[in-house]
């Protein structure tokens, strides 16, 4: 506001005196020519004219020793060209305070002519000028505290908003989110991030306590049993047989015990990886082909078919190590939890916006509502644990699955379990 006054000041100030330079330049062209030269005996009687007929401007006309010959001013310095002079030599015309700004001429004769007007309009708008700038700086300033309190006070209740979220979130209510008021603006995009960052701490809060809980209660069983058999070997057993048999089977508690948390550091490993660093193109056909060569011998064992139907030339990006322990895990669980008799299906096909992956048996399947459940870490539908496994088979497909930036869904296959994997194109 400062700097547009300035502005508006000295362009208004300097018109105005253009204006008053223009007048007086006219009104001495004129003189002179009313007088037909420029020396004194001539423009005397013309100054003296226009003194009586011409009551708004200033003259005067002084000899080389200052005496004035004629005008309505007092004598001043014989100055050539634009300037201004002080109000006191006017003897006619009372001009206040305000200067008188004209123009001056040395005559040939040695005299001096002056031309000029009172600058009392520009003084008053001078004044005006200033007066607007005054109330108008008063109004901004008003306005501008009062719009910044009422902006900082909106600002402020947001953040207090947010503050108290968090403190409720830091007392332990982990499901306490930050209110969005719907406008759009950048502390809306903030909440939402926050929410968002939330929402994945309370599901990783959640999946530690549920995987604390059942890591007691998965291990609880084998170090129990660990625990008896070895006190079998120490105290009852009665020939070098038995205990040898004992040791036998506690080394296989201690085994399902590693193979448990070595499961659990795999996948931790897995979520952990940054990026997609030593990702290639892999392609799927002779990566299956040699599974299928590995597991065939298994499934004919237990009286079970396994087969694949794939489009040849399907690459997709990723590891291929970890891409194998994929179709490993969802091979060997078809294979265990599927009768004698059972057909295990893979399929790969290549659509518009991916390549897709399936696994599928017709054995018992499992039930819609358990397809959420049976993923998470330590799940199993045998809720007794009477049955081999660690529950962490498919947690670890869908760690490594995430990895990949597929997507994995157990769908009814009519009947049996199809676990289906759409890998989608690298960005």
């Excluded at 700038?133 to 901004?140: D, E, M, R, T, Y």
């Excluded at 008896?228 to 020939?239: D, N």
């Excluded at 694949?308 to 078809?334: C, F, K, P």
């Amino acid at each position: 506001m400062l700097v547009l006054f300035v502005i508006i000041g000295l362009t208004t100030d300097g018109f105005m005196t253009r204006e008053l330079d223009a007048v007086a330049a006219n009104e001495l062209t004129e003189i002179q020519a009313d007088a037909g030269g420029t020396r004194m005996e001539l423009l005397q009687p013309v100054v003296d004219g226009l003194v009586r007929h011409a009551p708004g401007f200033f003259y005067l006309l002084q000899s080389a020793s200052g005496h004035v010959l004629a005008g309505n001013m007092t004598p001043i310095d014989p100055v050539p060209g634009k300037r201004s002079v002080s109000s006191r030599h006017g003897i006619i015309h009372t001009t206040g305070d305000s200067e008188i700004r004209g123009r001056g001429l040395l005559l040939p004769d040695a005299g001096y002519l002056f031309v000029g007007s009172s600058a009392r309009a520009r003084d008053e708008m001078r004044h005006s000028l200033l007066e607007a700038f005054l109330w108008s700086i008063g109004a901004i300033v008003a306005l501008g505290l009062g719009g910044g309190l009422f902006l900082s006070m909106l600002v402020l209740k947001r953040i207090e908003a947010i503050s108290l979220a968090t403190r409720a979130i830091m007392a332990g209510k982990l499901s306490q989110r930050i209110a969005i008021t719907g406008s759009g603006d950048e502390l809306d995009h903030l909440s939402g991030s926050l929410n968002a960052m939330l929402d994945r701490i309370e599901t990783l809060v959640a999946g530690l306590e549920q995987i604390s809980n059942d890591i007691a209660h998965d291990l609880r069983t084998p170090l129990t049993r660990l625990r008896h058999r070895l006190e079998l070997a120490q105290g009852r057993a009665s020939s070098p047989e038995e205990m040898q048999a004992q040791v036998r089977a506690a080394t296989s508690d201690v085994d399902t015990i590693l193979e448990t948390f070595t499961s659990l550091l795999r996948i931790a490993q897995i979520e952990a990886h940054a990026g997609d660093a030593g990702f290639a193109r892999i392609a799927l056909q002779p990566l299956i082909e040699a599974l299928l060569d590995a597991y065939t011998p298994v499934a004919e064992q237990k009286q079970q078919l396994i087969s694949a139907d794939i489009q040849s030339g399907i690459t997709v990006y990723g590891d291929r190590t970890l891409l194998g322990q994929l179709l490993a895990n969802l091979i060997e669980n078809a294979l265990r939890h599927t009768p004698a008799g059972s057909h295990i299906a893979i399929t790969v096909a290549s659509f518009t916006n991916g390549v897709q992956l399936a696994v599928s048996d017709d054995g018992p399947g499992i039930p819609c509502e358990q397809t959420a459940y049976v993923i998470r870490r330590f799940a199993r539908l045998d809720a007794s644990r009477n049955t081999p496994g660690t529950g962490l088979g498919l947690s670890l497909v869908k760690a490594i699955a995430g990895l990949h930036h597929a997507t994995l869904q157990l769908v009814d296959n009519h009947p049996g379990l199809s676990c289906v994997l759409v890998f989608y194109p690298a960005r």
